[in-house]
């Protein structure tokens, strides 16, 4: 039996995808799906659905892709399925406060951050690079400020050794979805209210730039090594290994904080089965995962046995063209 609560949802990556289906195995009405207008990937550049409009295509889901909410076409449209919840996860697209309005319960978001600690595009990333001991997930109220709205309900998740963005992406989903169910719950029985954030506690998550990907070897390994976790699956971390060209690095760890003998940055100290031990500004870092321009992930001791990897090689520089 569907209930009663009339929900518009707005998502667009699969983080998304993961509290639609909640929704929808919970058998709350969702009268609409709002997801961003379908964008050019792959080699072909073709347009291709986002996540959100292939899972509610799947299950028979009115779907608008606007290219602004500021559109009264899509305001009058909104307006006219009266909803009584829009609930948003990573939908990309600011709401007016016209938007935020329609609602009777006004407007929901789930976000990968335990509030107030960090605000914007790229939470999970900024957690990992500054070393949080965890992280989680937070629904709050919306308001006209970003991520500023009073709190709704906090999970917390932990930050585990060798975590990546794509694994904690993971948690985060399944941890947002079932605290949305609850979320609605208690708005449909009247017994939820916000609590408000401590401003003074907010970072901003500034977006991730490919650029940042980049190892600088002049950096500690304890730092180097957030940064591959960081960028696991995407922009992924990198350095140019000579003769090879540009190396990508998916995982390593920490094998020692300080260097028993000075080497300097990026100094190839050891090559073996285990992986390739790198020198730093403080410490070595072992590369246990890597990948050549072209070819695929695998273990470093596999990619040792087929090149020629001469220990003492400097790591980092330009990638050398013809």
Known sequence: MKHGMNIVFAGTPDFATVPLASLLDARYTISAVLTQPDRPAGRGRKPQPSPVKLLANQHGLPVYQPETLKDPDIQQTLRALAPDLMVVVAYG????????????FGCINILDSLLPRWRGAAPIQRALLAGDAGTGVTIIQMDRGLDTGAMLQRDECPITPGETTGSLHDKLAAIGARA??????RIVDGTISGVPQDEAQACYAAKIDKAAAELDWSRPAVELERQVRAFNPWPVAYTVLPPHGRLRVWRAHVLATESAVDNGPGVMVHAGREGIDVSTGAGILRLTEIQLAGGRPMPAGDFINAHAVPVGAVLGGEVQTD
Request: net charge negative; hydrophobic share 60%.
């Open 180 to 185: 949305l169910v609850d979320v609605i719950g």
């Open 93 to 104: 697209l600011i709401l007016p406060a016209t938007v935020l309005e329609i609602p009777r």
